[in-house]
C-alpha cells in the first residue's frame, strides 16, 4: 500500500537504516491520513451536529412520545340519536316560563321559556306498567345523590343494593330533582344509551350533561307536569324542533 521496500543489503547497519527510515515514513503518512480524516469529519458535524450527548449548557428537547401510546378519550360506544340532543325548538303552551313539562310518549323533556320557545332534552321514562302523569313540585334537590332503592322496587329486584353512595357508578348519576312526596325524580344517569327508551321504575332519566343543566334552571318549588302515556304532543297545540 505504501510501496515495496528492500531489505536485500548485506549490511546490517544499512538495513538498521532503512528500516527506521521506513518507520519514519510511515508515521508521517498515518498523522497526514488522520489529520485528513479528521477535517471531514468535522466538516460534516458542522453541517450536520448529531451528538449522542447535547453540549454543556444546551437544553434537552422535551420527550414526545409516539402517537401510539398517547392516551385516547375512552370510547362508551354511545352514539346519541341528534334529535336527543339538548336543544332550542318552538313550543306553544298556556304554562307559564320556568314551568317544566314531561312529555312521556315522546321521550322528551321541555323546559318552558316563554314567548313560544322551550328548551328540549332527551330523557328516558318509565317502562310499561310503571308509568305515571300528574302534577308536582320540585320538593329537593341534590348534587350526586345518595340512592336508597325502595322497598317495592327492592321485592321485585332483590339483587340491588339496599344502599349506595353518589358518585358516577350511582345509577341516579349527577343530579336529582325529587318530585313532591312522591319516589320519583328527575335525574341524571350512568347509562346514556337508555335514553329515549322505556325502562325505568316510573323515574324520569337524563344525560348527565342535561341534567346538571335543568338542576341549574329550576328551584325548589318549580312546577313539573308530567303527562300521560296516551298524550300526544299535538294536544299541547305542538311542538317543533
Known amino acids: 500500500m505504501y510501496g515495496s521496500v528492500s531489505f536485500q543489503s548485506a549490511s546490517v547497519g544499512s538495513k ?45 428537547p422535551p420527550y414526545e412520545p409516539p402517537a401510539a401510546a398517547m392516551p385516547q378519550e375512552p370510547d362508551d360506544g354511545v352514539a346519541e340519536p341528534s334529535r336527543f340532543k339538548r336543544q332550542i325548538v318552538d ?24 314567548n313560544g320557545k322551550a328548551i328540549r332534552y332527551g330523557i328516558g321514562v318509565g317502562r310499561e306498567g310503571f308509568t305515571w ?20 322496587m327492592l321485592q321485585r329486584q332483590p339483587y340491588l343494593p339496599r344502599f349506595m353512595a ?5 345509577p341516579l348519576g349527577a343530579r336529582a330533582m325529587y318530585l313532591g312526596g ?16 322505556r325502562v325505568s321504575s316510573g323515574c324520569i332519566r ?8 335543568l338542576y341549574g334552571r329550576v328551584n325548589v ?3 313539573v307536569i308530567v ?9 299541547i297545540r305542538g311542538a317543533r324542533g
Not at 313550543?91 to 312521556?104: K, P
Not at 337524563?206 to 343543566?213: R, S
Request: hydrophobic content about 40%; aromatic content about 10%.
Open 16 to 60: 538498521s537504516f532503512r528500516s527506521k527510515s521506513f518507520c519514519g515514513k510511515s508515521f508521517r503518512r498515518l498523522t497526514v491520513a488522520a489529520a485528513f480524516g479528521a477535517a471531514m469529519v468535522a466538516t460534516a458535524a458542522s453541517a450536520n451536529p448529531l451528538f449522542l450527548f447535547p453540549p454543556a449548557g444546551a437544553a434537552m
Open 91 to 114: 313550543y306553544r303552551t298556556g304554562e307559564s316560563a320556568g314551568t317544566v313539562i314531561v312529555d312521556t310518549p315522546h321521550t322528551f323533556l321541555y323546559y318552558v321559556l316563554g
Open 166 to 170: 353518589g358518585g358516577p357508578h350511582n
Open 221 to 223: 318549588g318549580t312546577k
Open 182 to 197: 312522591t319516589v320519583y325524580r328527575i335525574h341524571g344517569t350512568n347509562a346514556p344509551a337508555t335514553i329515549g327508551g
Open 227 to 235: 303527562l300521560p302515556i296516551e298524550h300526544r304532543a299535538d294536544n
Open 133 to 152: 302523569a300528574g302534577t308536582q313540585t320540585v320538593s329537593r334537590k341534590a348534587e350526586w345523590p345518595d340512592w336508597t332503592p325502595p322497598a317495592d
Open 206 to 213: 337524563m344525560v348527565n350533561e342535561d341534567v346538571v343543566d
